[in-house]
């Protein structure tokens, strides 16, 4: 066991033995996401590398404090990515926080979200107790998914120690379009194509303009570009606009308004909400960006089949997470009362109860 | 019914069918002998136990009072879809309730613009497909056994299918999942949208073998169906060469919609059955499938033709037609019930290993084939890393089974020694159990036990299926020695 593992293992022994509350970070380029920051410091910088990456096996093995700019340059070496396009929002991002935040960029719709690249972890758990779950391979069934369950767990069932991330090829082509059209026949036409064989692999609607990103293979990107019309964005333009996006740069999310994150099914109509918004993901991710009352933005997402993150600011007490209903709420309580039985990791950092 | 008076375990039965008929009616309780021995097994035949009752709830406010019934009598549930499982997952209990959900086979609603499903949990994996059909939709995962398996059971194993690798599995298909805790509570978990808050539940349930949660209601993704698909077929004469072919398509940025190798003991049995045209002189070939525009494909086949060439391949044969295509797949989907016409029985393994150790393990297996005198032959969803060895035996032999069951266990042992896992899709059950012992550390296994705990505190829920306990790990003797740790100190030794 290395020597900064070993640290890392007992300071979570020591903080269970003395039910004394541990923050785990790396980069904390996500402080703003969540309820409470609480605890003494567990940073997890020390512990970084990349532990295996074979192109051929489309995996990555790191550790949680590696740089997510690191690992997405050594795959981009290789000609390969991470599919789930995690934000950075900040410079210094680790990958163990990209994991444990389970929030994925642009290319969410067409590609999945971190959980579905996540084939295994090792961890240390509220005991301090190193596990290893899953592993290089993509099918895996042997006993429960605990490695998919730590994707957005936001550190409170364990310290995510190393990660297994299944990597794609990079796209052979890309092309952005952009076409002028109001919400409605945005979010008509996004579903529309949903439901065709087309490379869309990227969504924005904000403001009365839809940008769009096309991914595959060269003739495919053509083709699609034939069909779908509207004027193509320069390269350079494009990358800057989706990392506009993926990092929250655009200057959708300047302002004072706190941004609320509404995921919904992708064919929900346009959200009777007061405020600016931009809709991503195919019409599965609304951003919105107001000073409306809690309430009133968590019932517009729960009728429309979906649930309201405060994202970023904002009065926190409201609950940045969507409530949970109780027989659901119930497990999450048990399942933290189960790995973490003295309740020091990340407390409070997901729902003020645990 | 007779009540022998002296029997409790008999009179328990009697009141667990009494209470179950207060909200079930007479013909969806079966308690007698003869109505029940069709229950006694899943796929995996060679395990029966007759079930203490068989319970067919018509919909979820009926599976929701076998629930409370079994919950309150502390009586344990085994839920079943169609009973395809080839891991022993539904394999019953003597003294506890077998929940079927064959009766809730209902598409609730197919969403062509949302491009989802809703459906009971009875529905056919292949059902869902023909629902989508006329939509121009499909969904993805398609198991072998995707005519007759369900999709509450492929939940339950998160089933995965020839097209993974593109398509990803079961857990990356399904949005959400309606389901009932073992106290009959409703939960859902994931939503219709792409995430839902919390913890991702709907991961965790998915793949647990019907020991977390019993499943009420599914909503699956459904994906464009592609407007063309192409096979290559390519020939090696080195089983190692065709498996650095594997690699070799992958390392050139190519991800096929399908990438199988079948050895030749596979292509022989199949020829005869299927006439394919397979390379009968290949000691391997590959199927490499592409998908997607005519425009798209055709420059795929052309770079995966490329590269099957350089790395070796003696044959490439690319199909013309869609009938050619399905041909040349004919042998892989019908590589069972040949093997099934060669040999009195075959046992089917499930392990899988990172593609780069395939020709290795391969030739492991073609040691093992010697070494206990039995014959072997291989299809393999190389592309995934999935192997699905056929050890040919004759179950009359007590010796053969016993030499085929320590042949499994050699190859399973070697996937976990090259980084791999004992099961890729078919799940442990009672199966595998024994082989978890030597995947997981005893600490790793209590976090299993904890995490069962978290959902069915009195263990209730399709117990000893999946996760051993410490005692049976004790037991088998193989143990888990990982990172130097000793296995079960706590445990005397003698």
Known sequence: MSDELQRLADSIRAAAAARSPLRIRGGGTKDFYGQALAGDLLDTRGYAGIVDYDPTELYATVRAGTPLAALEAALGERGQMLAFEPPRFAPGGTVGGAVASGLAGPRRQAAGGVRDFVLGVRMLDGRGDDLFFGGQVMKNVAGYDVSRLMAGAMGTLGLILEVTLKVLPRPAAEATLRLEMPEDRALETLNRWGGKPLPVSASAWSGGELTVRLSGAAAAVRAARGKLGGEAMDADAAARFWEGIRDHRDPFFAGDEPPWRISVPSTAAALPLPGDQMIEWGGALRWLRTQADARLVRDAASKAGGHATLFRGGDKSVGVFHPLAAAVARLHRNLKAELDPAGILNRGRMYADF | ?494
């Open chain 2, 1 to 494: 019914m007779n009540v022998r008076m002296n029997d409790t375990a008999f009179l328990r039965k009697a009141e667990v069918v009494a209470r179950l008929r207060e909200r079930l009616p007479r013909e969806s309780v079966l308690f007698e002998e003869e109505d029940l021995r069709p229950w006694e097994c899943d796929g995996l035949s060679a395990y029966r136990m007759v079930p203490g009752v068989v319970a067919l709830p018509a919909g979820e406010e009926e599976a929701r009072h076998v629930l409370r019934v079994a919950h309150a009598l502390e009586v344990p549930v085994v839920a079943r879809g169609a009973g395809t499982g080839l891991s022993g997952g539904a394999y019953p209990i003597a003294d506890g309730v077998l929940l079927s959900l064959a009766k809730m086979k209902r598409i609730l609603s197919v969403d062509p613009a949302a491009r989802t499903a809703r459906v009971q949990p009875g529905v056919r994996n292949l059902a869902i497909s023909e629902a989508a059909a006329p939509y121009g939709l499909y969904y993805a995962p398609d198991p072998s056994s995707q005519i007759a398996c369900t999709i509450g059971g492929n939940v339950a194993e998160n089933a995965g299918g020839v097209h993974c690798l593109k398509y990803g599995l079961t857990v990356n298909n399904v949005l959400r999942v309606r389901g009932l805790t073992v106290e009959g509570e409703v939960v859902e978990l994931g939503a219709e949208a792409l995430d839902a808050p919390g913890y991702d539940l709907l991961a965790l349930v998915t793949g647990s073998e019907g020991m977390l949660a019993v499943v009420t209601e599914v909503t699956v993704k459904l994906v464009p169906k592609p407007e063309t698909a192409r096979v290559v077929m390519a020939s090696f004469d080195d089983l190692g060469r065709a498996g650095e072919a594997v690699a070799a398509v992958i390392a050139a940025g190519i991800i096929p919609a399908g990438l199988e190798m079948m050895d030749r003991p596979a292509t022989r049995a199949v020829e005869e059955f299927v006439h394919a045209g397979y390379d009968l002189e290949a000691a391997a070939i590959l199927l490499c499938e592409s998908d997607g525009t005519p425009e798209e494909v055709e420059e795929e086949i052309g770079r995966m033709t490329d590269v099957l060439t350089r790395a070796g391949a003696t044959a490439i044969r690319v199909s013309e037609s869609e009938a050619e295509r399905q041909r040349f797949w004919s042998g892989r989907k019908a590589a069972f019930p040949a093997v099934g016409r060669i040999s009195p029985d075959y046992y089917c393994m499930d392990g899988t290993i990172p593609r780069k150790r395939l020709g290795e393990v391969l030739a492991f297996i073609g040691a093992m084939e010697k070494k206990y005198g039995l014959r072997c032959p291989n299809v393999s969803p190389a592309g995934d890393g999935n192997l699905h060895p056929l050890i040919l035996f004759d179950g009359n032999d007590p010796d053969e089974l016993r030499r085929t069951e320590q042949f499994a266990s050699e190859v399973l042992q070697k996937c976990i020694e090259v980084g791999g896992t004992i099961t890729g899709e078919h799940g442990v059950g009672i199966e595998k159990i024994n082989e978890m012992c030597v995947q997981f550390s005893p600490e790793e296994l209590e976090t299993f036990r904890r995490v069962k705990r978290a959902f069915d505190p009195k263990g209730l829920l399709n117990p000893g299926k999946n996760i051993p306990t410490l005692h049976r790990c004790a037991e088998f003797g193989r143990m888990h020695v990982k990172r130097g740790a000793l296995p079960h100190p706590e445990l005397p030794r003698f």
